[in-house]
């Protein structure tokens, strides 16, 4: 790479460095549904940029939010002091979570908040003497952003083989994933719900006193997309229960309508203790994220402390100004436009596009739900998602943005899509499919 290269510089972020740079593919505008790429090309988004601009792109009301806060108050400390916004944002993170999620607690992405979550699991268990619980139970394949807490309970080994140890004491129940019994399945698989035995399995094995908190993604989205077999989540949330174990849903994908409701939790009927969000909480206009947390467990913190501080724990950014008018001025164009509805009553015409590619060469799986859609294909021998990486840049060239992950295209539009649009994704990738080798 020559010194003057003038994409040298900037080392991105889970990309293949070398070749994006050998053909740098650039965005230069957005508006709505579409990209506007560096040559001009308009690029329809079928990833909601990366599952968080749920609302479309440079909506007009979040933009003139964010400028006037930026005009009258560019930042204020949350430690210690506060502002208006981020008591009014909590307020209505509060309203759209189950019943009993009521304390929130502000930060800058999903990454964060998963360590967040992680935090106060092990701050509630000691608080209640039960100092001993400092185990986490993540899952295979599932993904929880980059802090080291995160990839710890984490399940997707390329992110995991290059940084050690990691946290001690994490251990990992079996993912979900059952091609031979689920494929081609619409929604929740059928098979499946005694996967979730493997917690019972795991208390066995360390002692249910030694485990803080289990954490899944209700809807497993940058793995591929693994919806949840039916009866799985209540089954942890009765273990969780009978063992005094805290249930970390994280939602940083599936909360603010992805799904057709509020969070996944509403959605599967099962609510967890904690829940962590960001992407769709500012419709990705400014980083934001957030941890709901249930009454019962923030108490046992807040309440149980002696005078002062009690939880040691904050961002800088935590509520910051921008990200807060962003929030509250997403969640009114969310309900204003009805987007969350709007996703559940398009899920039956996007389930139809997307088992529209049954039959379709490399195709050996497609699963849905609300506005989600996963298209596994067939690994290419020796090459292990190459296929899925070809296919994401011919859908780019030819105006279409998806998502690889693996050997799987991972779909998830803004709510805002219309229906010939998505006829439009799935037409192209017919067309493509039957060209990619
Ligand atoms: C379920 C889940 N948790 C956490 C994260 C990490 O979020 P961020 O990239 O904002 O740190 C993601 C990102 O895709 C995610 O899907």
């Known amino acids: 790479m020559l010194e003057n290269d003038p994409l040298a510089a900037f080392w991105m972020p889970f990309t293949a460095n070398r070749a994006y740079k050998a053909t740098p593919r650039q965005l230069v505008a957005a508006k709505d549904m579409h990209y506007t790429a560096s040559d001009g090309r308009q690029v329809l988004d079928g990833t909601a940029g990366l599952w968080c601009v749920n609302a479309g792109h440079c909506r007009a009301p979040i933009a003139a939010a964010i400028a006037k806060t930026a005009a009258t108050l560019d930042f204020a400390p949350t430690f210690q002091l506060g502002h208006p916004t981020a008591f009014e944002l909590a307020s209505r993170v509060a309203a759209l979570m189950p019943a009993g999620l009521d304390r929130v607690f502000f930060t800058n992405s999903g990454s964060e908040s998963v360590d967040t979550a992680l935090k106060i699991a092990l701050a509630y268990q000691r608080a209640r003497g039960q100092g001993g619980r400092t185990r986490f139970i993540g899952r295979e394949r599932g993904y929880h952003g980059t802090g080291f807490g995160g990839t710890s309970v984490g399940g997707l080994v390329n992110n995991r083989r290059a940084f050690g140890a990691l946290l001690p004491g994490v251990d990992h129940m079996r993912h979900t994933h059952d091609l031979a019994r689920n494929a081609f399945t619409r929604g929740m698989p059928a098979h499946g719900t005694e996967l979730a035995e493997d917690l019972e399995r795991l208390v066995g094995l360390h ?72 992407k769709g909480l500012t419709n990705a206009a400014v980083p934001m994220g957030a941890v709901a947390v249930a009454r019962g467990v923030h108490d046992a913190i807040v309440e149980g402390a002696p005078d002062g501080i009690e939880f040691f724990h904050g961002y800088t950014y935590s509520g910051h100004p921008l990200a807060a008018a962003a929030g509250l001025a997403t969640l009114d164009l969310y309900k204003a436009e009805g987007l969350f509805e709007r996703a559940a009553s398009l899920s039956e015409y996007w389930s139809d596009a997307v088992h529209s590619l049954k039959g379709k060469r490399h195709v050996i799986d497609l699963r849905n739900i609300g506005l989600v859609a996963g298209i596994e294909l067939e690994p290419r021998p020796g090459a292990p998602s190459k296929r899925a990486t070809e296919l994401f840049h011919a859908a780019f060239d030819s105006g279409l943005l998806v998502r690889a992950t693996g050997d799987i295209i991972a779909l998830s539009p803004p709510l805002i899509v219309e229906k010939p649009q998505i006829d439009e994704m799935f037409g192209k990738l017919a067309d493509l499919l039957a060209t990619i080798d």
């Open 207 to 278: 002692g249910a006193d030694t485990i803080a908190a289990v954490i899944v993604e209700p809807m497993a989205g940058s793995t591929g997309v693994l919806v949840p077999p039916a009866g799985y989540l209540e089954r942890l949330r009765t273990i969780c229960n009978t063992h005094g174990i805290l249930l970390i849903f994280d939602e940083v994908i599936s909360a603010y309508g992805r799904l057709g409701t509020a969070t996944a939790a509403e959605l599967f009927g099962v609510t967890p203790d904690i829940i962590t969000m960001a």
